[in-house]
């Protein structure tokens, strides 16, 4: 399709372990963000890039959240050691530029057990 | 103080009835304003933009307020489909340039 594409849509893991999450976004969007939502709450912003570059990571809440988008199209985050606490569901958005409408995916929905 | 304060609801409000949902920001270097809309388990959806003269679509009308930090969203001859969460959002044009989204306030239209 056309849209911003998130996989997996759910990923169940244990405490402790490793996860990465995808985001396919629109063909030719140059802006590229990562929210986290959990219950209740709204998207709380985490890392955005510009082309191949983090712009801005000031919402990653710990070092061991890390996103990468090296060719400035697909980009995945990161979690390491993930704790019960990272359980949301993780949205990625794309835009043509920053001040252009950004589209979301439909989001991971993260549990870790 | 969260930058982007709302009221949670939930708004409970018969169909045709209008309805309006505030939202308060704290940042005054905020420079773009959105209504977004999210339903259950669905990814946000831009509803509308907010502009400073105030813009309507249709059953919808935005208004912002500068000096006072304040948005508002007016929901007119309110239909079931508009059961959902109305998240108020900002962005500034310098610095972090990401959307930052209120809490969202949540409506559901009756029959």
């Known amino acids: 399709g056309a849209g911003v594409s998130q996989t997996p849509s759910n990923k169940v893991t244990e405490k402790g372990k490793y996860v990465e999450l995808r985001c396919d976004p629109i063909?030719?969007?140059?802006?590229l963000y990562w929210y986290r939502q959990s219950l209740g709450q709204g998207p709380e912003f985490l890392i955005y890039?510009?082309?191949?570059?983090?712009?801005?990571d000031s919402g990653l809440p710990n070092d061991r959240f890390f996103a990468v988008r090296p060719e400035g199209s697909v980009s995945t985050l990161k979690i390491q050691r993930t704790e019960r606490g990272d359980s949301a569901v993780y949205l990625c958005?794309?835009?043509?530029?920053?001040?252009?409408?950004?589209?979301f995916g439909q989001g991971t929905r993260l549990t870790v057990v | 103080r969260k930058e982007v304060e709302q009221d949670p609801g939930p708004f409970n409000v018969p169909e045709g009835a209008t309805v309006a949902f505030n939202c308060t920001y704290s940042?005054?270097?905020?420079?773009?304003f959105f209504w977004y809309r999210q339903d259950c388990r669905k990814e946000p959806k831009l509803l509308m933009s907010?502009?400073?003269s105030g813009n309507e679509d249709g059953r919808f009308t935005a208004q912002l307020n500068r000096a006072s930090q304040y948005i508002s969203l007016l929901i007119r001859d309110s239909k079931l489909s508009d059961s959902a969460t109305y998240l108020c959002?900002?962005?500034?044009?310098?610095?972090?340039?990401?959307?930052?989204f209120g809490s969202g306030t949540r409506l559901q239209v009756q029959p």
């Open positions: 907010v502009y400073s």
């Open positions: 890039f510009q082309g191949t570059g983090a712009a801005d």
């Open positions: 940042n005054s270097a905020s420079q773009s």
């Open positions: 063909s030719g969007h140059t802006a």
């Open positions: 959002v900002v962005r500034l044009d310098t610095g972090r340039r990401a959307l930052t």
């Open positions: 958005a794309s835009s043509l530029g920053t001040g252009s409408e950004a589209f």
